[in-house]
Structures are given as C-alpha cells and as structure tokens.
C-alpha cells in the first residue's frame, strides 16, 4: 500500500492539472489553437529556468553520472531504431511513416521527468534528471527531424538542425546551470530566491497547456495507428528499456528518470514539428492526445512495479 500511495501522489497530480487545462478550455477560457503560442513562452522562459536551478542547486557529484548519461543516449537511439523498422514495415503511407515513428520513440520527457522522479524520490537530487535533459532533447530533435524528412523523401539540412540545437532554450538553460555547478558560481540571493520561485512554475503551466490541447474528436479516423503508437510508446519501449535498466543496477532518482524518458506521452513538440516539416499534423496531435491520456495508467502501472522492485 506504501508503494501504491508513492506512485498515486506522482502521478495523480499531472493529471489533475492536464483535467484542469482541458476543463478550461472545454468552458472557452482558453482556446485550443492558441495552445502552440502558449507552450513557446513555456520552453523559452519557465522550462529553462527550471533546468537551470535544478542543476544550479544540485550536488555535483550526484548529477553527472555517466552511466545514466550512456543509457539514455543508447535506449533513446534503440526505440528510434526500433519504431523505424516496425513503422516502414507495417506502414506504407510516407504522411504516416515518420509521424507514428516520432509518435513511438520521441516522449514528453522534458515535461514530465523532473515532476514525476521528484515526486517518486521525494527529497532527491533533481541534478541527474536534469542533466539527462542535455542529452536527450538534443538526440530527440535531431532523430525527429531524421523521422519527418528523410522517410518523406527530403533531404536534412544538417547545418540548420544543429544551429536549432545550439538555440534551443533548454539546452542553453541545461549548460548554464552546469557551467554555474562546475565552476562553483553562485547567484545574488535575490536572483537564487527568483530562479527557486520560478523553477516549479514551468511544470504546471506546461500540464496545464496540455491538457488545454485534448480533444475526444477525431480519435475514431486513426483509431488503428494510435493503438499501434500507444502500445510501442507506453508499453513495449519502456518493458524492454526499464527492465534493462533495472538488471544493470541503475537505481534511485536516475531510475526515476528513465520513467520519465521510456515510459512518458508522445511529446507535445513533436505535432508543433510536424506542421513545420510536414507529414499527417491531424495524427500527429492525436497521437499527443491518445497517449497523453493512457500513459497516466500505463506511466503508474510501471512506477509502481518497479517501486515494489526496489528500483527508487
């Protein structure tokens, strides 16, 4: 029962406030196409801040841990691998091809993972979670861009996807706050007392702006692909991956992590990408929706299994 109450408070809360967004929306105080403009103050301004802070104020000899690090990068480019060759086996449209493998692969780790590994190990140590981040987000876009070009018959500019890397604002607030760890750099009291305010902001309004963008509509077209997403992203990834990373002894806050990362939603920037590199948008945002909504059961189901495994 211990255990059950662990994974109910980390998870009931997120969706609480995804049925917060989306009753707001339901009632017109927040319309769903203004969602997308929503999220870009979200990861510009409160997501950085919080990787930031979350690194700034960890122990660092607990947040760089190579292991963590090397597992992340290899699971991440195995479910890659994995949906590519499930999708172009099974899959011959090319407007569904790269969306349904970004859909399996590609999770809303940065969203979820600090949220749900700080609730998971209440008092922890945020930092490796954190840091995570600085080699996951890079490896997601770059392996989206790679799903949504290259199976449609494009070309990928390279220079172009690592000049987006360079300027994406959660990896400038992932290398910030490491500099700052590193070096030993401490802020005034008066920015620390403003980053520590600012740092938990960014996990509510960003649940809350997904749960804005739900809707039950549309969900019958693609009822086939989604079942297909769903069950490669909440099921098979993270039974494979968790399990692996359970038998190389990674424990505590890390484990926690890789929750986050194997067994999270379809991220919520994958449908903004889709619009701008094409392919099936309408898929692509209800595989957001579809998964969105199963992984609160599916994301407890295996906190809880490997929490009565003494993983955290």
Known sequence: MESFQVCFRAVAPIFFMMALGYLAQRIGTVRREDVPRLNKIGFRYFMPVTLF???????????????LLLFALVGVLLAFSGSAAYVLLTEKDPQKQGVKIQGIFRSNFVLIGLPLASALVEGGDMGPVALLISVVV??????????????????????????????????????????????HIRLPVVLDSTARQIAPVSTVYMLFLLGAFFRFSGLLRYWRDLVEVCLGRLVIIPGVL???????????????????????????????????????????????????????VTMFGWSLLFKLLGAF
């Open 53 to 67: 802070y979350n690194l700034y104020s960890s122990d660092v000899s607990q947040a760089i841990q190579p292991k």
């Open 138 to 183: 890079p490896i997601y876009n770059v392996l989206a861009v790679i799903a949504l070009e290259v199976f449609q018959g494009k070309k990928p500019k390279i220079g172009q996807v690592l000049q987006n890397i360079a300027k994406n604002p959660l990896i400038l607030g992932t290398v910030v706050g490491l500099l700052f760890l590193l070096l």
């Open 242 to 296: 968790l399990t692996a990373a359970y038998l190389l002894g990674i424990r505590g806050v890390g484990f926690a992590g890789f929750i986050g990362i194997f067994s999270s939603a379809t991220a919520v920037g994958s449908f903004t990408m889709v619009q701008e590199l094409g392919g099936n948008d309408e898929l692509a945002g209800d595989i957001v929706v579809m998964t969105s909504a199963a992984c609160i």
